[in-house]
């Protein structure tokens, strides 16, 4: 995990870049001596973040303890600079950035990784702050890229890019990454096997790689790999590798009934000790959407013509029951949980060669069940989605456009039945969505249309 480089600070002001400064006073004991390091709020690669039409005028900037409270706070206006104040350098620590417009409406967010403020090995702390609802690209960039990809999070701290096809000359198993404490890129080595579906451990210092043919466990915290063999009910990782991670309360499953080819019926369990289980699902199916929905479990819809059109894994089982809707043979949607508790919404995908409506299915349901269709247009050459909801109640959604190929990413209100496309700042083929820690969704990698690798990450903050 690359530090921050350590200097002692002795400045008591900076403007750097044009960007906002605050500081932190490091007290231990209240020391003749503190340490001060200077935090600095920068809009990355967006310049115009805060000057832009509504402007912003006012930013607030905290210091957020582990238990939610505020250590230290300051306002300011943008280019400004103050001091946030004493903070005792055992605390655990977050920035949290807020700015405002004239009207007091929040235009901008910002939200850095957590992190023992005595560790801190630099006299820079520097925190990356966007406009609201669109996409945004914080410094730096990852050192390689690849197309059709896998992301992950390791460390709440680094976003990880590896698999799919290197874009260049890098190897497909090379590894990329981008740390949100320091914002910018580094290297990560190169794995022996090209991965096709990961999952991270519940710690977040491990991941667990998998192809067809084995998985690994790579310890970044202890710096070790372990080869593990298959649970009781998989014959192999080729029934799974391929498959979507869904993250559950407890465990997250690798659901090779989400992978294009060829179908699966076997669902591997990754527990919270990092040891493994597997499961099976009523029927095979391929490139079905699955999710998990609170009080019911792993829901996985769609990917056949022949069986129920949705199954259901509860926690701790060891076998998927089913819901009685009609068999849905709709591939590559999206899903995600509604505004109800059991609510099941189902967003993009192709029925055939026909787009798929989204609808909306009630998990509660016992007989005759019906999905109803709900009344949002999207383009009808997306596919290959996923969707996460967010706290602001609404939908993220990204896709890729048959037409072109390229990403698209869309907000979408489910009870007021909305979508509005969100750009991207570069146009991308083949990056993937990332859950970040900071509250964004983060988009890694891909080529731009020239096959060019698109380095920066972008991040976008509901």
Request: aromatic share 4%; charged share 15%; glycine share 12%.
């Amino acid at each position: 995990m690359p530090p921050l480089v350590s200097r002692p600070a002795s400045i008591l002001a900076r403007y750097a870049r044009g960007t906002l400064v605050a500081l932190v006073t490091l007290c231990s004991a209240c020391a003749a001596d503190p340490t001060v390091v200077t935090i600095e709020i920068t809009t990355g690669h967006e310049s115009d973040a805060f000057s832009r039409d509504p402007a912003v005028t006012q930013v607030s900037v905290k210091g957020i303890a582990a238990d939610g409270s505020t250590l230290a706070s300051a306002t300011t206006e943008p280019g400004g600079s103050f001091a946030l104040g004493e903070v005792a350098v055992e605390e655990l620590i977050h920035i949290e950035v807020t700015g405002t417009d004239s009207s007091n409406t929040v235009r901008a967010r910002g939200r850095s990784p957590g992190l023992v403020i005595g560790t801190l090995v630099s006299e820079v702390w520097p925190v990356f702050a966007q406009r609201l609802g669109e996409w945004a690209r914080p410094p730096g960039q990852l050192s390689h890229s690849h197309v059709g990809g896998l992301g992950a999070v390791i460390g709440e701290r680094l976003l990880l890019l590896t698999g799919g096809q290197a874009v260049g000359d890098d190897s497909d198993g090379a590894v990329a990454f981008y740390d949100l404490l320091a914002l910018g890129g580094t290297t990560g080595g190169t794995l022996t096997r090209v991965p096709k579906s990961v999952v991270v451990a519940s710690d977040g210092n491990a991941a667990l790689f998998i192809d067809d043919t084995e998985a690994v466990w790579l310890d970044f915290a202890a710096g070790d790999s372990t080869v593990v063999e298959p649970p009781s009910g998989l014959t192999g990782f080729d029934q799974v590798a391929g498959g979507k991670t869904v993250v559950g309360p407890e465990s997250s499953y690798v659901v090779g009934a989400t992978r294009a080819d060829p179908p699966s019926d076997r669902v591997l369990i990754v527990k919270a000790d990092r040891s493994l289980a597997s499961a099976s699902l009523t029927a095979l199916r391929h490139h079905a959407a699955a999710t998990w929905v609170p009080d019911i479990g792993l829901a996985v819809a769609g990917g056949s013509d022949g069986a129920a059109g949705v199954e259901v894994l509860a926690a701790g089982a060891t076998a998927a029951s089913i819901r009685p809707f009609e068999p849905d043979p709709v591939t590559a949607a999206g899903a995600v949980t509604g505004i109800a508790g059991s609510e099941l919404v189902l967003l993009c995908g192709l029925d055939g060669d026909q787009p798929a409506p989204v609808r909306s299915l009630n998990l509660d349901c016992v007989s005759d069940c019906a999905a109803v269709t709900l009344d949002i247009v999207l383009p009808s050459t997306l596919t290959g989605c996923d969707a996460y909801a967010t706290d602001e109640g609404q939908v993220l959604l990204v896709g890729h456009d048959t037409g072109d190929s390229q990403v698209r990413a869309f907000a979408i209100a489910i009870a007021a039945a909305t979508a509005t496309e969100l750009p991207l700042r570069e146009p991308r083929i083949g990056a993937v969505p990332v859950p970040a820690p900071n509250g964004t969704l983060a988009l890694l990698g891909g080529e731009h249309p020239d096959g060019t690798a698109a380095l920066t990450v972008e991040l976008l903050f509901p």
